[in-house]
């Protein structure tokens, strides 16, 4: 079994900057492709990144290219969503989830999630 823990999330400004982490444990022999996603109060969730096993691909929402980047360090077993320039509207709980394919909508596993509110 693989276990997720998302970290980092909490109350930042407009136009603030969070990194998020997901730290991997468990069943940990192979490296998964790993996705971001985040569910806003009242909304369907929405998967905002991806990242292949190796780390030489990524995707991003349309939502948050340009704003956030994500990489890994395989060595630490954990993924990383380095988040600037945040809005109001980013506001949601985050989710990393782990996965056989590629960017699937449909991940393997899933973390608890961490809330990152923005707000002034």
């Known amino acids: 079994q693989l276990r997720l823990v998302e970290s980092g999330g909490g109350l930042v400004q407009p136009g603030g900057s969070l990194r998020l982490s997901c730290a991997a444990s468990?069943?940990?022999?192979?490296?998964?492709?790993i996705g971001w996603f985040r569910q806003a109060p009242g909304k369907e969730r929405e998967k905002i990144s991806c990242i292949s096993s190796g780390g030489g691909s990524t995707e991003y929402a349309d939502s948050v290219k340009g704003r956030f980047t994500i990489s890994r360090d395989n060595a630490k077993k954990t993924v990383y969503l380095q988040m600037n320039s945040l809005k109001p509207e980013d506001t949601a709980v985050y989710y990393c989830a782990a996965s056989s394919f590629y960017c699937s909508n449909y991940p393997n596993y899933w973390g608890q999630g961490t809330q990152v509110t923005v707000s002034s």
């Open positions: 468990g069943f940990t022999s192979r490296n998964y492709d």
